[in-house]
């Protein structure tokens, strides 16, 4: 197991580049009115990608999560460039976080992390027939690559190192979908 980071200090931020807080004056229909917060991200969305190495292998990576101060195991996943389509985004991210490309990408699906507080979407993309190419990321150290069995999906629930939403999300929409029980769209 990998040591985590070393956390030297903490503070609050004024402004950050990545979130907003916005506040929201709102009037119900019962003419209630509240001011919620929400954070505001900054970005053009984001993508979880499930990338299929064979059809039952995904491939998962274990990446230091601040927030919870872990290793987390999970999809790879980032935010969209400017100008960059969903599936040119889940292409580069495979690239830069598994050494991967793939030749056929399909959006299954778009979550929201924390409606109520948050109004950044992922999309959910289903990558298969991956061929090796490696890009340069932003990560600051090297993503471990975990190939996992979508066939046994119930014992990764159990796993201490899974607890990211999004991607046990994303594992169950995906093998719904190759099993032929979930149509986007539909």
């Known amino acids: 197991m990998r040591e985590r980071p070393k956390i030297h200090a903490t503070r609050l931020a004024d402004a950050s580049g990545f979130l907003h807080v916005e506040e929201v004056d709102l009037e119900f229909s019962n003419g209630q009115r509240r001011t919620y917060e929400r954070l505001k991200g900054s970005g053009l969305g984001a993508v979880i990608i499930v ?22 195991l999970g999809l790879p996943k980032g935010r969209l ?3 960059e389509t969903v599936e040119q985004g889940a292409n580069r991210e495979l690239k830069e976080e598994i050494g991967f490309g793939a030749r056929q990408l399909r959006i299954l699906t778009t979550l929201s992390l924390s409606p109520a507080y948050m109004t950044s979407m992922t999309h959910v993309v289903l990558a298969q027939e991956l061929y090796p190419e490696r ?52």
């Open 51 to 72: 990338p299929m190495r064979d059809d039952d292998t995904v491939l998962l990576v274990r990446e230091y999560g601040v927030g919870v101060d872990r290793y987390e």
């Open 81 to 83: 460039d400017r100008d």
């Open 135 to 186: 890009l340069e990321g932003d990560e600051p150290e090297e993503l471990e690559v975990v190939p996992w069995k979508l066939s046994e999906l119930h014992k990764l629930l159990g796993h201490e190192e899974v607890s990211e939403g999004r991607s046990i999300a994303a594992l169950f929409i995906a093998r719904e979908y190759l099993a032929g029980r979930f149509r986007p769209g539909a």
